[in-house]
């Protein structure tokens, strides 16, 4: 009992509040030394949407629920003891006292629940309940995560009174929904959590937090019935992304994804990346779609080089990789493969996800010295070919390097032949995405430099056209003509009517 010495001091102004602030913030401290989890900034949410108070902490310790397998053991009645197999309703058949309900309690909780019937008869009855064989946790992963669904986690380990029992947590299930996609936004994860009633906790998780400081107590253990929610990220930062495809509980970076790459590529079209050193064109399951295969990231860059490398016109300072999410919309990348080029950054190389499709968009102009920069680089194709047919002294097929010239081409193929080449301009005819074919006449300056009047940028497949000159014309015959260089220019001429 308070003496009246105590009473009067408990009266004095901001005493007593003082005391009640003290009684407050003590409790959780308590509660946490007794092995309860502190979760970070927890919510209480009602049906109606109106947050209750804010809980400091949950309670982890385990609850007993259908599929358990217990024993209650009843001191010197051994015969009123055994073990049971909960089942779904939750309530077990006891000796005497009949059915117990035990569904939502810890062991500690149930026998005191099964003390208190035995009373009746039995004067001094001491229980205990010890769990022998847990049920599964069943939990349902969503949002951005490979494969979305409900899951089934197992306990390992000890149970009951052992220490060693694992529980399953957060990053289990993440990983067993075989990983959060690129498109996650590890920092605002949310789990929910029904509790007493019919009010659900929802509490939120950084994960980036984890991989960076790992802080364990962004890893929580889980409950049966739990949702986990991986949202989409609203912005992509380059340099964090390949952090998160490096965590363990992100997609696998082994596994072969599908990209469509488009625009300003040699071959646009659908491809299959995976992790891999080098591209060699297999293709997958006899389906015919090119393999980037090895021992590297699958990348931009890799499924660029799928796509036979960029064309003398791609912008690299401009590719764009719009991403499909989970939420039905898209994520949209900008990247600037200049930067990586130049400064070696390689967080430009953005790592890709099963679905993408990346855009190398059309530069406004042609820069001579840019262009010459990217055909040494990986982005270009080793060689490209072009056709020089007509008045040279080797017509064919000329393999020459990316972002070669009209000029270079005309070289490559032996220069004009003497005294019967039209050498004042050639007809430069090209094969156009669309389908369309363009023909140009061009006037030859060899002194010129790259520029797209007297000395274009060559492009896959072009075809160089080197006419006759005048005093040929008159002199030569178009029947006189034989041989595989007639067969190829009549072919050359057919097709596309000159």
């Known amino acids: 009992m308070l003496n009246i010495s105590s009473l009067k001091f408990l009266s004095q102004p901001g005493v007593g509040a003082t005391l009640l602030t003290a009684t407050y913030l003590f409790v959780p401290l308590?509660?946490?030394a007794q092995g309860q989890q502190v979760f970070p900034n927890p919510q209480v949410v009602t049906p109606a949407n109106r947050p209750a108070p804010s809980?400091?902490?949950?309670?982890t310790k385990y609850l007993l629920g259908g599929g358990d397998l217990i024993r209650v053991n009843v001191f010197e009645v051994a015969e009123y003891g055994g073990e049971y197999q909960i089942p779904p309703g939750g309530s077990i058949n006891l000796p005497l006292i009949g059915s117990v309900a035990v569904q939502g309690l810890t062991t500690e909780q149930a026998a005191d629940v099964i003390t208190e019937r035995y009373r009746k008869f039995l004067k001094r009855p001491q229980i205990s309940v010890n769990l022998l064989s847990p049920r599964p946790i069943n939990v349902l992963v969503a949002g951005e995560v490979t494969r979305p669904g409900a899951y089934t986690l197992n306990l390992?380990?000890?149970?009951?009174?052992?220490?060693?029992?694992?529980?399953?947590?957060?990053l289990a299930a993440l990983t067993v929904a075989q990983g959060v996609t690129l498109a996650a936004d590890v920092t605002q994860v949310r789990l929910r959590r029904k509790t007493s009633g019919s009010t659900e906790q929802v509490v939120n998780l950084n994960l980036k937090e984890l991989i960076q400081t790992g802080s364990s107590s962004q890893d929580i253990t889980l409950r049966d019935g739990d949702v986990i929610v991986v949202p989409t990220a609203t912005s992509f930062n380059v340099a964090e992304a390949r952090n998160l495809f490096a965590a363990n509980f992100a997609a696998s970076q082994t596994a072969p994804r599908t990209v469509a790459v488009i625009g300003q590529v040699n071959r646009p079209g659908s491809y299959l990346v995976t992790a891999g050193g080098s591209t060699e064109g297999q293709t997958a399951g006899g389906a015919g779609t090119p393999v980037a295969s090895g021992s590297g990231l699958p990348t931009v860059t890799r499924a660029i080089q799928l796509a036979g490398g960029i064309t003398s016109e791609a912008d690299v300072t401009n590719i764009r990789i719009r991403r499909p999410t989970r939420t039905a919309g898209e994520q949209t990348i900008d990247i600037n493969l200049l930067e990586l080029l130049r400064s070696g950054d390689v967080n430009q190389d953005v790592i890709v996800q099963d679905g993408d499709t990346i855009v190398i968009s059309k530069a406004t102009g042609v820069n001579p010295a840019l262009a010459t920069e990217l055909a040494t680089t990986t982005l270009s194709p080793d060689r490209i070919q072009v056709g020089v047919v007509g008045e040279v002294k080797r017509p064919g097929a000329v393999d020459v390097r990316p972002n070669s010239s009209l000029n270079q081409a005309i070289l490559a193929a032996g220069g004009f032949n003497d005294a019967r080449a039209r050498t004042a301009s050639v007809q430069l005819i090209r094969l156009n995405p669309n389908g369309s074919v363009t023909k140009r006449d061009i006037k030859i300056d060899f002194n010129q430099g790259i520029n797209e009047q007297t000395n274009p940028i060559l492009r896959n497949n072009d075809v160089v056209l080197v006419g006759r000159s005048g005093l040929a014309s008159t002199s030569d015959s178009a029947n006189l003509i034989s041989g595989p260089l007639g067969t190829f220019l009549?072919?050359?001429?057919?097709?596309?009517?000159?």
């Open 30 to 32: 308590a509660s946490v």
């Open 490 to 498: 009549g072919v050359v001429r057919f097709i596309f009517g000159f």
């Open 55 to 59: 809980a400091t902490a949950v309670d």
């Open 156 to 170: 390992q380990g000890g149970a009951g009174q052992n220490p060693g029992v694992q529980y399953p947590t957060v």
